[in-house]
């Protein structure tokens, strides 16, 4: 077989190394546009499971790679004039320049032709070879050229960032974060040689502009750089070594690339020709070398090229995946540095730790147990007002909003059980409820409950809208006043264009046969049915039964209300343009679209005892184009706070049938991140939270202020419980009746963690 890579970067000359290896009979051939032993850049960052794969692959490259490494631990992190340095996170650096080179020398001993100096502009000229693997990078003319079959996607992020050296040897990873007069300015920067740092600076578009930049040369460029950061180099220069770069272009924005297929025909792409992985995140090249082994061993096990490739792509895409999941939650945190900025040094430094979401709270405490066990202290005295004995984990420490005082941050989710008739709730909600509550959670919501028959979603569901509704409300919310130290919280809302609908497990969204009528703010339906588009008259008759539902909610005692404004229901359609095409004052702009909900809130508000909150839910994002982005919502939420709201529920979707959402873990936290730390609101995280590790993170990174967990306490009421016992939180408030059990669960799954078997 003959074999072409057009393009000799890591991934290129790693993947005819492997082929080689595989075959030797292969006549394979690099071709690169630069010179021998001459590259852009300086370090780049490894990691051992990737140092495991090429030593597997090919152990005599990977002993010259591994000599050639340098090996550091710890990372520093400077803002505000302190230093916080924390360990155990295991970074390992080498020159790109120092990596090339062993490639190129392992390639000539192989056999495997290298062609230098060759600018390859199109795939025609290579078209003798049986196979073409495109590896030329993140500008790849090939991908360009074949786009229409590779379907390239490029988000263009917005910071900018220059790739620079230094002989300042940083014996950490460090982060130094410099807050100028045009705004932050930061730099990444760790040894990757005996005598060689790389400096990678980076800032928004905004503070780039303030400073000149665009207007400077490189050479004026790195010299205001020298300044700025004068203090850190140690009397070292920056220096730049991009040859290829004039002026301003030496300041680049990071394309963030994917691609819908891999290849066609006999030409498939590897490395950043088909995907990338911020610098933040520093696993680009590690991608680009693994891609060269997975190609390697599909073309070797599968003589049918396209069985090979899709193979190729099929096994390598989970792991891209992964990383770029990893790499946008990091992109973003350091796209919105000043959103953080007010934070402590420590809390600041554990959101910098934990932004990609791939380092959790208890995997920093395995990196270094003391530093966490200090936040931990100083996240709990902020939290009590005191000094703790001993450290807690942030799930666990109070909460108050008004005069309601949570003993932690868990929140059982409202999740719609459909059980009840006529809206009035039996003893199958008090055991759900009171469990739910014996179980340890801090607060507990409702499902949804409705101010009127024809404000349900479903015949089965709750109500708050005549009399005989008070007694079994009452006898829950006693339940739990009296059996355990947690709060309930009503949720209220009403169906509007989602109403009339069969139970869950009958049809989810799917009309009543015979059912009653649906009103919304126009004549969109959700799905099947039209609603009826509201009258001013009859709004006005929906907020009464708010109001009414809100005074019946006191007579039961509630500690909080939730007014349910998010996934489609009545006042979420008035929200998004989606649904709300109306021409008078309620409909058009956000303004006027808000008008609604806030006039039904501000009436619920009044009629509320001021020392009790009250919780906003909202659909942060309708992930339909056109419809409320997370840029909206939190305008959205800040509208709510200064009408009274004391805290916003963050979910997002089910507005829209066309909706698609971008599902992981935590994947609605970062929309509850960007509305408490951008428009100062508190939050409620919810959405793929399942493990008290989620829980800790998303707290103790100031993401959120509780956590809404739906599924796992469904499950589980004793959830809580659970996750008390497995962090060896023994202050966990148990009912007196269960006390017997509480030593014998703390005890046993000590001891399951401590060998090993927790399940």
Not at 2 to 26: D, Q, T, W
Not at 32 to 45: A, L, S, Y
Not at 517 to 535: F, M, N, R, T, W
Request: charged content about 20%; proline content about 4%.
């Amino acid at each position: 077989m003959k074999i072409v890579c057009i393009g000799g970067g890591p991934g290129g000359l790693y993947f005819a190394i492997s082929m080689k290896l595989r075959n030797p009979e292969y006549e394979i051939t690099i071709v690169e546009q630069n010179k021998p032993r001459d590259t852009f850049g300086w370090g780049i960052v490894f990691s051992d499971q990737t140092l495991e794969n090429l030593q597997a692959n090919d152990p005599e490259s990977e002993e010259i790679i591994r000599k050639s490494f340098a090996y550091w631990d710890d990372i520093e992190v400077h803002i505000h004039g302190k230093v916080i340095r924390s360990g155990g996170h295991g970074f390992i650096g080498i020159g790109r320049l120092r990596l090339l080179t062993i490639l190129q020398e392992r390639a000539e001993e192989l056999g495997i032709k290298q062609v230098f100096e060759a600018h390859v502009e199109t795939s025609e000229p290579y078209a003798e070879f049986d196979l073409i693997v495109v590896s030329d990078g993140i500008n790849s003319k090939i991908r360009t050229q074949h786009a229409t079959y590779f379907q390239p996607d490029i988000d263009l992020r917005r910071n900018k960032f220059i790739w620079l050296g230094t002989q300042r040897l940083f014996e950490a990873f460090t982060f130094i974060f410099i807050k100028t007069e045009h705004g932050w300015i930061w730099a990444h920067a760790y040894r990757f040689a005996e005598d060689l740092s790389t400096f990678i600076v980076e800032c928004s578009p905004e503070t780039w502009t303030a400073y000149g930049f665009e207007k400077m040369s490189k050479e004026d460029s790195v010299a205001q750089l020298e300044t700025l950061f004068a203090d850190y180099l140690g009397g070292n220069s920056l220096m730049e070594n991009a040859k290829h770069l004039r002026d301003s272009s030496v300041w680049m924005n990071f394309p963030r690339v994917t691609c819908k297929h891999w290849y066609h025909q006999n030409i498939v792409l590897l490395g950043d020709a088909v995907h990338t992985a911020h610098f933040s995140i520093g696993s680009g090249t590690k991608l680009a070398l693994e891609d060269g082994i997975g190609l390697a061993e599909c073309i070797h096990q599968n003589s049918n090229l396209q069985s090979a490739f899709k193979k190729y792509q099929d096994e390598r895409e989970i792991e891209v995946l992964r990383l770029q999941n990893a790499a946008r939650n990091s992109t973003a945190w350091f796209e919105n540095i000043p959103r953080y900025t007010n934070f402590s040094t420590t809390q600041f430094t554990y959101s910098l730790l934990t932004r990609s979401q791939r380092v959790s709270h208890e995997n920093l405490r395995l990196r270094d147990k003391k530093w966490l066990e200090k936040m931990e202290f100083e996240f709990a005295e902020n939290a009590t007002g005191k000094a703790t004995p001993t450290p807690i984990s942030p799930m666990f420490t109070p909460f108050s909003l008004r005069e309601m005082k949570l003993v932690n941050r868990v929140v059982v989710s409202p999740m719609a059980m459909y059980s009840a008739e006529d809206g009035t709730v039996s003893d199958f909600h008090l055991v759900h409820y009171g469990s739910r509550a014996l179980g340890g959670a801090g607060l507990i919501f409702t499902e949804m409950t409705h101010v009127s028959r024809e404000a349900r979603i479903t015949p089965k569901c709750t109500g708050m809208y005549k009399k005989e509704h008070l007694q079994g409300w009452t006898r829950i919310v006693d339940f739990v006043h009296q059996q355990s130290k947690a709060k309930i919280a009503l949720q209220l809302g009403h169906a509007g264009p989602k109403g009339s609908t069969k139970i869950l497990w009958e049809g989810q969204d799917m009309a009543l046969e015979e059912g009653w009528p649906i009103v919304g703010p126009s004549e969109v339906a959700y799905k099947d049915q039209i609603p009826h588009e509201l009258s001013k008259m009859e709004m006005l008759e929906i907020k009464n039964q708010f109001v009414n539902a809100v005074q019946m909610a006191e007579e039961c005692n509630f500690d909080m209300l939730e007014f349910h404004c998010g996934h489609g229901y009545l006042f979420s359609s008035f929200i998004t343009p989606l649904s709300n095409i109306r021409t008078d004052e309620y409909g058009g702009n956000l303004e006027n679209r808000m008008r609604y909900p806030l006039e039904v809130f501000e009436a619920i508000r009044s009629v509320w005892p001021k020392q009790k909150p009250i919780s906003v839910r909202i659909s942060a994002h309708d992930w339909v184009q056109g419809g409320i982005d997370d840029e909206e919502a939190v305008i959205i939420s800040k509208m709510f706070y200064d009408a009274g709201a004391d805290i916003i529920n963050v979910s997002s979707g089910q507005t829209n049938v066309n909706e698609k959402p971008v599902y992981g873990r935590m994947f609605q936290t970062p929309f509850s991140d960007r509305i408490r730390n951008e428009a100062q609101v508190p939050t409620i995280a919810v959405g793929a939270i399942f493990e008290t590790d989620h829980v800790n993170s998303i707290i103790a990174a100031g993401r959120a202020d509780l956590c809404c967990l739906a599924r796992p306490h469904l499950s589980n009421p004793y959830w809580t419980l659970h996750a008390a016992a497995r962090q060896n939180h023994l202050d966990q408030a148990w009912p007196i009746q269960y006390l017997a059990g509480k030593r014998q669960l703390e005890v046993n799954t000590q001891r399951a963690l401590q060998m090993g078997t927790f399940i």
